[in-house]
Structures are given as structure tokens and as C-alpha cells.
């Protein structure tokens, strides 16, 4: 049972370029999400999914795009990458209803320059 | 929306000390309080948490107590060890339907031998 799987663990990219960080889960876990994890602010959300076909708006969305066609993956798309992003990004999930423990992936370190 | 306050952002014990970090939130409909440790490099992992019709849970030298009036909550560590060196994470959501959590800033606890 793999749980929560990220790739890539690193990644470096260069201003104005675009990337998707992938996340996959086994678990048949409904809800879903992304997080950012920046020195001294703890784990921002940045977009979540409460099942296939259906994500909303975090607390830091802006510059990230998501999309949940199935259970299994809830990918994050970098449309246009700035040095602001420079982080590490975790993606979590967990059964929406009735358990609400979190299962993280080990995280994407990003560097843009 | 919710936000989560978390105190102190650095906390320094000596082993065999007890540690005590403590977290208020916003929203007042806010009913799971789980707490997360993440080892240097590692993913968070959940240690324990907490729902709105408790007062207080236990788990071996880990607890956690919640005062609702007051809207905080707090994580003690007894019997310190130095493998609790580590940065805990507080957080709050709205269980039982969507399970979006909202992240204290964390604490780093060093637990010195």
C-alpha cells in the first residue's frame, strides 16, 4: 500500500515556465489537497477536492491550477512560475466523511529562478 | 475563514522536561483540532487530535486539551525525549463533511539531552 505518492521529490525551474506536480493516492480517499510550506508559515492550502470532478479555492490559490478527473490523482499546475513559488509542496488526503486524519505525500521541493 | 494562531514559534527543553505549545482559532463553528509532527526533511504525520465534544484526550506522554469558550487549544509533551525534537503543527477544520485544514505556523521544539 504506497499511500500518498509525489513526484517529482525536486525540481527546479526557470521564471515564466510551466510544470504539473503530480500526486496519486490508493487509499480511495475522497478529499484531497495541496499545501505549501514556507519557512515560519506553517502549511498554506492552496487548492482542495472533495471528490472526482469537483476542487475549490485555498487560502493561497492564485498562480496554481488544479484539476480531479479521478479518485486516485489530483494533480498541480504551475501555469507561469515565479520565484514567489520557491517552496515545498505537500499533497494530503483523507476520507471526507466520518475520518478526518490526513495522510501526506513526502513532498515536492521547488526552486524557481 | 478560519485562522489559526500558534505559540511559541521556538520552544527549548531540557530531556525528562514537559513541553506545552498552544493554538487559538477564529471560527467558531470549527469542531477537529488535529496535531502534526514533521521530522526534519519528512512529511507531517499526525500524533494526535481532537474533536469539539472533548475536553481532553491523552496518548501515552502526549496530550491535547481544548477550551471552546476560549477557542484554544494546546499540546503537552511529558517526559521529554530528544526523538520529540521535531516541529509540531496545529490545525483546525470543520469535520464530518469537508475536511479542509487550516495550519498554525508551527513550533519548533528542541529537546536537549
Known amino acids: 500500500n504506497a499511500g500518498v505518492t509525489q513526484t517529482p521529490k525536486f525540481q527546479v525551474l526557470k521564471t515564466g515556465q510551466s510544470m504539473t506536480l503530480q500526486c496519486a493516492q490508493d487509499m480511495n480517499h475522497e478529499y484531497m489537497s495541496w499545501y505549501r510550506q514556507d519557512p515560519g508559515m506553517g502549511l498554506r492550502l492552496i487548492h482542495y477536492s472533495v471528490g472526482a470532478g469537483i476542487t475549490d479555492q485555498g487560502e493561497v490559490p492564485n498562480g496554481y491550477n488544479v484539476s480531479r478527473s479521478t479518485t486516485e490523482d489530483f494533480p498541480l499546475r504551475l501555469l507561469s512560475a515565479a520565484p514567489s513559488q520557491t517552496s515545498v509542496y505537500f499533497c494530503a488526503s483523507s476520507r471526507a466523511l466520518g475520518e478526518t486524519k490526513a495522510f501526506f505525500g513526502q513532498g515536492t521541493r521547488l526552486t524557481v529562478v | 475563514g478560519e485562522n489559526v494562531e500558534q505559540h511559541p514559534s521556538t520552544l527549548s527543553v531540557q530531556e525528562g522536561d514537559s513541553a506545552v505549545i498552544k493554538c487559538t482559532y477564529s471560527?467558531?463553528?470549527?469542531?477537529?483540532f488535529p496535531w502534526y509532527k514533521q521530522e526534519l526533511g519528512k512529511r507531517p504525520q499526525l500524533i494526535i487530535d481532537?474533536?469539539?465534544?472533548?475536553g481532553e484526550k491523552k496518548d501515552q506522554r502526549i496530550a491535547v486539551t481544548l477550551n471552546k469558550t476560549a477557542k484554544h487549544f494546546s499540546l503537552h509533551i511529558t517526559e521529554t525525549q530528544p526523538e520529540d525534537s521535531a516541529v509540531y503543527f496545529c490545525a483546525a477544520s470543520l469535520s464530518g463533511g469537508y475536511n479542509k485544514l487550516i495550519f498554525g505556523a508551527g513550533t519548533r521544539l528542541a529537546v536537549h539531552p
Open positions: 471560527d467558531s463553528a470549527s469542531n477537529y
Open positions: 481532537i474533536r469539539s465534544n472533548v
